[in-house]
């Protein structure tokens, strides 16, 4: 027979009076400089989110003796599945006392955030969760394909030590003039130019409403969704935004990390969207906008096979996925 590892464990949603023992809690499992202790990105990725539904709880807490020993947060997303949208939620920030592991609390906090939304999304997962959530009848959707577009060989063969021989092999003027020779040709053939914007303005909507159809299943980013996600996010600094345009109308959007890896530069690809013929135009002058920066690679995960073959024609590497990815 099954049971409810909420009623051996008390779960509740997050209360005000819960401060205190939670900001203890949190300084010692995620640290005084880590996101979790920020109050205001607290306030915007909790309470700004625009899908919220307010009559449901984000975030929960396991007490024992009046002090918590173990939280789970939710952040909700709006879900298109062919025509019809629905309720999604990433789950993140599952922690527990190391003297509560193992003890049930962990399912009792997952069981509460269960009940929260339609569809239930996990991303970057460990081997150990992927195995619990599993047994919980989640979905192994496997791994983030991981693409590099070298820009600079010598640092490249740098960060990777012991591969010198790439940067005698494959010569920067090569890897380079390849990259701006497609830029080129998005230009001309295509008509495209990338366009630096400060933050989203409703030009992305017609993005959205052209590029909706083309894929079968997609978290919606519409105006309200992206100004919220990278426009209100508390260092906004931090992303780098661009419309693809022809003419006076926006095709695509794309917005990039500046990064360090390994002691050098990089852009990492963090969010993209545009109708599938035009996903080539605007990863190439993505690539090309990223090197005349200083980039010394682009980084991009994805789940998207299409954009698989454009990043492979555009002269990417696919390495090692690392990021696991669940659905229920």
């Given at each position: 027979?099954?049971?409810?590892?909420r009623?051996?464990?008390?779960?509740?949603?997050?209360?005000?009076?819960?401060?205190?023992?939670?900001?203890?809690?949190?300084?010692?499992?995620?640290?005084t400089?880590?996101?979790?202790?920020?109050e205001?990105?607290?306030?915007?990725?909790?309470?700004?989110?625009?899908?919220?539904?307010?009559?449901?709880?984000?975030?929960?807490?396991?007490?024992?003796?009046?002090?918590?020993?173990?939280?789970?947060?939710?952040?909700?997303?709006?879900?298109?599945?062919?025509?019809?949208?629905?309720?999604?939620?990433?789950?993140?920030?599952?922690?527990?006392?190391?003297?509560?592991?193992?003890?049930?609390?962990?399912?009792?906090?997952?069981?509460?955030?269960?009940?929260?939304?339609?569809?239930?999304?996990?991303?970057?997962?460990?081997?150990a969760?992927?195995?619990?959530y599993?047994?919980?009848?989640?979905?192994?959707?496997?791994?983030?394909?991981?693409?590099?577009?070298?820009?600079?060989?010598?640092?490249?063969?740098?960060?990777?030590?012991?591969r010198?021989?790439?940067?005698?092999?494959?010569?920067?003027?090569?890897?380079?003039?390849?990259?701006a020779?497609?830029?080129?040709?998005?230009?001309?053939?295509?008509?495209?130019?990338?366009?630096?914007?400060?933050?989203?303005?409703?030009?992305?909507?017609?993005?959205?409403?052209?590029?909706?159809?083309?894929?079968?299943?997609?978290?919606?980013?519409?105006?309200?969704?992206?100004?919220?996600?990278?426009?209100?996010?508390?260092?906004?600094?931090?992303?780098?935004?661009?419309?693809?345009?022809?003419?006076?109308?926006?095709?695509?959007?794309?917005?990039?990390?500046?990064?360090?890896?390994?002691?050098?530069?990089?852009?990492?690809?963090?969010?993209?969207?545009?109708?599938r013929?035009?996903?080539?135009?605007?990863?190439?002058?993505?690539?090309?906008?990223?090197?005349?920066?200083?980039?010394?690679?682009?980084?991009?995960?994805?789940?998207?096979?299409?954009?698989?073959v454009?990043?492979?024609?555009?002269?990417?590497?696919?390495?090692?996925?690392?990021?696991?990815f669940?659905?229920?």
């Amino acid at each position: 027979m099954s049971h409810d590892p909420r009623i051996r464990h008390p779960v509740l949603p997050y209360d005000s009076s819960d401060k205190d023992s939670l900001s203890d809690f949190q300084r010692e499992y995620f640290g005084t400089r880590s996101r979790q202790c920020n109050e205001a990105f607290a306030q915007w990725l909790f309470e700004s989110n625009p899908h919220r539904d307010r009559n449901k709880p984000v975030f929960w807490v396991c007490k024992r003796d009046g002090i918590v020993v173990g939280q789970q947060a939710s952040v909700p997303v709006l879900l298109k599945v062919g025509d019809q949208e629905y309720r999604a939620s990433w789950g993140i920030d599952l922690m527990v006392h190391r003297e509560w592991r193992l003890k049930g609390v962990a399912p009792a906090l997952s069981a509460a955030y269960e009940s929260s939304a339609d569809i239930l999304l996990g991303l970057g997962m460990s081997s150990a969760a992927v195995r619990s959530y599993s047994r919980a009848s989640w979905s192994d959707m496997g791994r983030l394909g991981f693409a590099v577009r070298p820009l600079d060989v010598r640092a490249c063969a740098q960060a990777l030590q012991g591969r010198a021989q790439l940067a005698r092999l494959v010569p920067n003027v090569l890897v380079g003039g390849s990259s701006a020779l497609l830029a080129g040709m998005a230009r001309g053939l295509k008509g495209c130019s990338l366009e630096p914007i400060r933050e989203f303005d409703e030009r992305v909507e017609g993005v959205w409403q052209a590029s909706a159809n083309d894929y079968h299943v997609l978290v919606k980013r519409d105006f309200t969704s992206l100004h919220w996600r990278f426009d209100q996010f508390p260092e906004p600094g931090r992303y780098k935004r661009y419309y693809m345009m022809r003419r006076s109308r926006a095709l695509g959007y794309a917005v990039v990390r500046m990064d360090r890896w390994r002691g050098h530069s990089i852009g990492r690809i963090v969010d993209y969207l545009g109708p599938r013929k035009y996903l080539s135009p605007l990863l190439a002058l993505l690539i090309e906008e990223m090197r005349t920066r200083g980039a010394a690679a682009v980084f991009v995960e994805h789940l998207n096979k299409e954009a698989a073959v454009v990043l492979s024609l555009l002269g990417c590497f696919r390495v090692t996925a690392v990021t696991q990815f669940m659905l229920k």
